[in-house]
């Protein structure tokens, strides 16, 4: 069975609008490096401003671009979840422990 086709009349709203939907992200990001030059901010809120204007030219460009669905469903994923979701435990406990063990006596 082909879902393609069976899935061609039922396209979601940001599928209609994936052009504009990337064309808007893209004229935010340039407005956002626009206002830090505009306006003269500096330190780390025009660094925060700037990472949001990259992630925002970024997902602009990528919608713009892309045709299909930006996060298509994945059979490996289904079948596997379990095993995805024990090792992003196992990563962030890593990564809490490395915190409170090596990092944490630091700031003291």
């Known amino acids: 069975m082909n879902l393609n086709r069976h899935r061609s ?3 979601s709203w940001a599928e209609r609008h994936h052009f504009a939907i990337g064309l808007a992200l893209t004229f935010v990001g340039l407005a956002a490096v626009g206002a830090i030059h505009f ?15 990259a992630f925002a030219l970024l997902f602009g460009q990528g919608f ?43 700031a003291k």
């Open 9 to 11: 009349g039922m396209r």
């Open 39 to 53: 306006l003269g901010v500096k330190g780390s809120l025009a660094t925060m401003i700037g990472a949001f204007a």
């Open 64 to 106: 713009r671009w892309n045709r299909g669905p930006m996060f298509p469903p994945s059979e490996i994923n289904r079948k596997n979840r379990w095993k995805y979701l024990v090792f992003a435990a196992i990563l962030w406990g890593s990564l809490f422990l490395l915190w409170w063990f090596r990092i944490r006596p630091l």
